[in-house]
C-alpha cells in the first residue's frame, strides 16, 4: 500500500506521481487552487463539484495543508506556463472537429485544463 493511500485513504497518486482524488481525474492542485485563490470552503467546492464526496474534499483539503508550502510555489510556478499556453492557438483541425473558434478553443482550454475554473456563481 502507497504512503499517500495509507495516510489519505480517499485520495490516491497518478501516473505522472500527482495527487488526485481516487477514483476521479480530479487533481488535488485543481481544488488546492480554487480554495486558496478563491477562497472557497469545503462546502463550496462540493457545490460547485457535486460528483464529489464530502470525504473526498475533506482529504483534499488536508492534503493540501499538509503539504502547502510546496503545493502554492507548484500553483505560482505554473503562472508563467499558463501564460504561454493562453497565448496558443489550437489547429485549425482541431477547431473545426470541435466545431467552435479557435478563440474559443484556446480560452476553453485553458479555463478547464491549465487552471482551476472561474466559475460565476449567483448571488444567495
Known amino acids: ?3 499517500t493511500a495509507a495516510q489519505y485513504p480517499h485520495l490516491a497518486m497518478d501516473a ?5 482524488v481516487a477514483g476521479t481525474r480530479y487533481k488535488i492542485i485543481h481544488l488546492a487552487g ?3 485563490h478563491y477562497g472557497w470552503s469545503a462546502e463550496e467546492l462540493l457545490e460547485q463539484h457535486p460528483d464529489l464526496r464530502p470525504e473526498q474534499v475533506y482529504a483534499a483539503l ?7 508550502d510546496a503545493m502554492i510555489r507548484e ?3 505554473a503562472g508563467p506556463a499558463i501564460d504561454e499556453l493562453a497565448g ?3 489547429s485549425r483541425r482541431i477547431a473545426r472537429a470541435v466545431g467552435w473558434a479557435a478563440n474559443a478553443v484556446s480560452l476553453a482550454l485553458y479555463m478547464d485544463v491549465h487552471i482551476p475554473r472561474a ?3 449567483s448571488p444567495r
Open 88 to 90: 496558443r492557438r489550437p
Open 16 to 20: 505522472r506521481g500527482r495527487a488526485i
Open 34 to 36: 480554487e480554495h486558496y
Open 75 to 77: 500553483m505560482h510556478a
Open 62 to 68: 488536508t492534503y493540501f495543508y499538509d503539504h502547502r
Open 119 to 121: 466559475i460565476t456563481r
Open 1 to 3: 500500500m502507497s504512503t
